[in-house]
């Protein structure tokens, strides 16, 4: 068996910001997937903070997530990578806990954390034993009352995200493919450059900017907690109210409001870098929304395409072409558009006109043939499958709770997802392939190996 060279998810930087998306190549059940209800009680303090509780005692742990309604898309052109920059210098400490000790206090207590940021959203977990959770709660309040920004921690930051750039995207084969993708699909809007930022505005960015940013976006009213696990409501409650319910509302938030017109016409942009160990495709498209009601069967064309061995690009491109050694479809869907982006790693010397016109058959031979209920039903299985394994995680439950509230405006859409995919239909998916794969809509990035490529990078 041959081992998957890249994901899209990798690509994306993605894969530790979403349980659901992690578990992406999770096998097909033979039978009915179920999945209980998920019960949960939700309010909001006076200063806006909105709380979602999930309680389920099965297992002595317990889960907290914030999401802050702020992502890549907030931010300045001229000041890219303030988002992600925070989702760092969080961890500094407060005025209450010194620097660096966050990360001790969660491992010290007997759990783990991290966070992640994306165009839309930052947000920043912990996972405990269930006797813990005043430490989780207290961690939270301090740093969104007053978080550490002083000139020690962002130039200590500083270094870390010009590093993590180095190594994720500059100095790595295909790290560029998403700023490259970005900027073709997304070009014009604040989608168009990636959570990574740029280390040159980083730099530029005085002290003030940074306490500035961290004034507008990191306040009650722009966040959402949800506790999930083993905890009593009501003293959660109480906690959550001492903790939080002292900070100060914030101004209300300029948002940008932008929608993805159609694409008229198709782009191509050649890449000649000397990190390229073997020839690349990219073919992408603008896409729905994450809560358009395309995005269920969106997600499934996905799956058709490109999840497990016998997907029609793995086994076409793959397993009976011998012309690449790996392909993945990634549907991307954000708060204000989308992207779909199909990635092919070509065998060593293979010609990328090939991989694309092998590409373009198969999406063609979907928009006229549609697919068959055995694909829609395998795709669905590996859907349902993905979904029940992250739900039985108490980490994944808190953050689908969270996202769902702030982006389909009601936490109780996690409830309804099963249903959903369940119900989409194959003339469904031969509709959103013949609506957003589009020959005018394409948006092309070719990868040559640098000694073969004929064309400089553009």
């Known amino acids: 068996m041959k081992q998957r060279l890249v994901t899209f998810a990798a690509l994306l930087g993605i894969a530790s910001s979403a349980a659901v998306a992690d578990s992406a190549k999770a096998p097909a059940p033979s039978g009915e997937v179920a999945m209980p209800k998920i019960e949960f009680i939700e309010y909001d303090l006076p200063n806006g903070l909105h709380v979602i509780l999930h309680q389920d005692r099965t297992v002595p742990v317990v889960s907290t997530y914030v999401l802050y309604h702020v992502g890549s898309k907030n931010e300045r052109p001229d000041r890219t990578g303030f988002a992600h920059f925070f989702e760092h210098l969080m961890f500094e400490g407060s005025e209450n806990i010194p620097r660096g000790q966050i990360d001790k206090y969660i491992s010290a207590a007997g ?34 009352l007053h978080a550490k920004v002083d000139d020690t921690g962002v130039e200590t930051q500083r270094q870390v995200v010009k590093e993590e750039r180095r190594l994720s995207v500059d100095n790595r084969a295909f790290g560029t493919v998403f700023e490259n993708l970005a900027a073709q699909v997304f070009k014009g809007t604040p989608y168009a450059w990636t959570p990574i930022g740029s280390a040159q505005y980083i730099d530029e960015a005085k002290i003030e900017e940074f306490r500035d940013f961290y004034k507008r976006f990191y306040i009650p009213n722009n966040a959402t907690l949800a506790v999930a696990g083993d905890f009593d409501v009501e003293e959660a409650k109480k906690w959550i109210a001492e903790y939080f319910g002292p900070i100060p509302k914030g101004k209300p938030i300029e948002r940008p409001d932008f929608t993805l017109p159609p694409q008229k016409e198709p782009q191509k942009q050649i890449i000649t870098l000397p990190t390229t160990p073997i020839p690349a495709t990219i073919h992408s498209w603008r896409g729905p929304k994450e809560t358009d009601a395309d995005a269920p069967a969106v997600e499934l064309l996905g799956d058709i395409l490109a999840t497990g061995r016998s997907s029609r690009l793995y086994n076409k491109l793959v397993r009976k072409g011998d012309l690449a050694a790996d ?34 058959e198969e999406i063609a031979s979907i928009q006229e043939k549609g697919v068959t209920d055995e694909e829609l039903q395998k795709a669905k299985n590996q859907k349902l499958a993905r979904l029940a394994s992250a739900y039985n995680s108490m980490n994944s439950r808190a953050e689908n709770l969270a996202q769902f509230h702030l982006f389909y405006g009601g936490a109780g859409e996690i409830n309804h997802q099963f249903e959903k995919i369940r119900a989409v ?26 000694e073969a490529a004929a064309t400089p990078a553009k």
């Open 425 to 450: 239909t194959p003339e469904a998916i031969r509709n959103v392939a013949r609506k957003y794969l589009t020959p005018e809509g394409k948006n092309l990035l070719h990868y040559p190996v640098a």
């Open 327 to 360: 392909v993945d479809v990634f549907p991307y869907l954000l708060e204000n558009g989308g992207v779909i982006g199909i990635f092919v790693a070509g065998n060593p010397g293979a010609d990328l006109e090939k991989l694309d016109t092998a590409v373009n």
């Open 111 to 144: 759990g783990n954390l991290n966070a992640s940021t994306s165009f839309d959203r930052t947000d920043y977990y912990f996972n405990l034993p269930a006797n813990q959770l005043k430490l989780a709660l207290w961690i939270e309040s301090e740093r969104m």
